[in-house]
C-alpha cells in the first residue's frame, strides 16, 4: 500500500508553499494526501494534485492511518501534537523548533544527512531553521571533501521569516517612503513611516525596515546572542556531526520579502581552491553556482525567491586567512528553509512505508 501522508498547518503560509510543492512534483509515492488544519480552517477545500480535499481538523482521530505527518505549525502547537500522532503510529517531521536540539530527535538536510532519519527513538524528527538551512547544503558538501574546522557567518533574513506580520510591516513601511526623500539624516525614516501611520513600537522588527538593516533577528537570549544566532551555531553543530565546531554568527532583519541570503567565512583542515569549492558544489544537485563577479553575476535574493536550489556565488579564498573560503548563499527560505526540506525528509521515509 502507498503511504498516507498527512499536512499539519495546510493553510498556514509554509503549508501553502508546501502544497505548491506537492502540486509541482512530477510524481508522488502516496497514497492518500490530508490536511489538518485548526477547527477555524477545517472544512475548506484545498486542491492537490487535482484532487479536491477537505481539511480536517486538528485531533488524534486525524492521525489514525497516517505514516508520516508533517508540522508546519508554531512551536507550541507542534510540541503538543507531533508526540500525539507519533502515539498514533506516524513518524512525524516536524518544521518547528520545539525538538530541534533533543538528542533523540534527528536534525535532518537530507543532502548532509539522509541516513539520520532511521534514527528516531520518538518517530519524531526535525526540520532546522531556514538560517542554518539556507547554507547547508553548500557548506555539508564541503564539510564532506574537505573538513570543516570554523565557521563565521552573517546573515541577511527576509521578512518573511516573521511570518504576515513581517511581510505587511515592510509593505506598509516603504509605502511610506516611497517618493520621499528620507535616509539622508538620522531619523527621518523613522519619522516618515510615524507620520504615514504605521507604527514601528507595534512592528515584528525593534526599528524601521524601510530604506534599513536591523541587526536582530529571533528574540533575545542574553550576553548579547539572539535567538538565530544560537540556532546557527547549535543546529550546524549537530548537522554536521562536529559537537564542537567553533562557530559565530550575526543575524541581521533586510528589506527583502523571501529568501535569506549568508555570507559564509568557513575554514577547513586544509587549503581549498575555488576550482575545487566549484566542483564540488557543481557535484551537488540542489545547488546552483552563479559566480562570475568580472561580470556582476552572483546570486540575489531578488533573483531566487520561488526556487528550489540554493543559489551559491562569491567564492574566494580568504587572503588572510589560511585554508578558509568565503562565499555568499541565498536559498528561499519559505521552500529549502521550510516546507520543501521537510517534504525532502517525508519522501525519504516513504519507501519504509510502502
Ligand atoms: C526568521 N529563521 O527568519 C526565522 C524563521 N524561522 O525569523
Redesign the pocket.
Known amino acids: 500500500m502507498a503511504p498516507v501522508l498527512a499536512l499539519v498547518g495546510a493553510t498556514g503560509a509554509v503549508g501553502t508553499v508546501m502544497i505548491d510543492i506537492i502540486n509541482a512534483r512530477e510524481s508522488v509515492p502516496w497514497g492518500e494526501i490530508r490536511l489538518i488544519a485548526s477547527a477555524r480552517s477545517a472544512g475548506k477545500k484545498i486542491t492537490v494534485r487535482g484532487e479536491e480535499l477537505t481539511v480536517v481538523a486538528l485531533s488524534p482521530e486525524a492521525f489514525d492511518g497516517v505514516d508520516i505527518a508533517m508540522f508546519d505549525v508554531p512551536d507550541e502547537i507542534s510540541a503538543e501534537w507531533a508526540p500525539i500522532a507519533a502515539e498514533r503510529g506516524a513518524v512525524a517531521v516536524d518544521n518547528s523548533g520545539a525538538f530541534r536540539m533533543d538528542d533523540d530527535v534527528p536534525l535532518v538536510v537530507p543532502e548532509v544527512n539522509a541516513d539520520k532519519v532511521a534514527e528516531r527513538p520518538r518517530g519524531i524528527i526535525s526540520n532546522p ?3 542554518t538551512l539556507s547554507m547547508m547544503a553548500a557548506l555539508g558538501a564541503l564539510h564532506h571533501e574537505f573538513g570543516l574546522r570554523e565557521l563565521v557567518v552573517a546573515s541577511y ?1 527576509a521578512v518573511s ?2 511570518g504576515k506580520e513581517g511581510v505587511d510591516q515592510l509593505y506598509a513601511e516603504l509605502s511610506a517612503v516611497a517618493g520621499k526623500e528620507v535616509g539622508v539624516r538620522a531619523g527621518d525614516v523613522r519619522d516618515a513611516i510615524t507620520a504615514a501611520g504605521v507604527s514601528i513600537e507595534d512592528s515584528p522588527f525593534p526599528a524601521p525596515l524601510a530604506l534599513n538593516v536591523v541587526p536582530s ?2 528574540s533575545y537570549k542574553g550576553d548579547g546572542w539572539y535567538s ?1 544566532e544560537l540556532k546557527v551555531r547549535n543546529e550546524s553543530r549537530k548537522i554536521l556531526g562536529i559537537p564542537d565546531l567553533k562557530v559565530s554568527a550575526t543575524c541581521v532583519r533586510v528589506p527583502v520579502v523571501t529568501t ?1 541570503s549568508l555570507a559564509v567565512h568557513a575554514t577547513f583542515e586544509r587549503e581549498v581552491t575555488v576550482e575545487e569549492a566549484h566542483k564540488v558544489f557543481a557535484a551537488q544537485p540542489s545547488l546552483v553556482l552563479q559566480d562570475d563577479p568580472a561580470n556582476g553575476v552572483f546570486p540575489t535574493p531578488a533573483d531566487v525567491v520561488g526556487e528550489e536550489p540554493t543559489y551559491v556565488g562569491r567564492v574566494r579564498q580568504a587572503l588572510d586567512f589560511p585554508n578558509t573560503l568565503d562565499f555568499f548563499v541565498c536559498g528561499d ?1 519559505l521552500r529549502k528553509g521550510a516546507a520543501l526540506n521537510t517534504y525532502e525528509i517525508a519522501e525519504k521515509l516513504a519507501p519504509e512505508f510502502s
Open positions: 531553521n531556514c538560517t533574513q521569516g516573521a533577528a529571533g538565530e535569506h527560505n
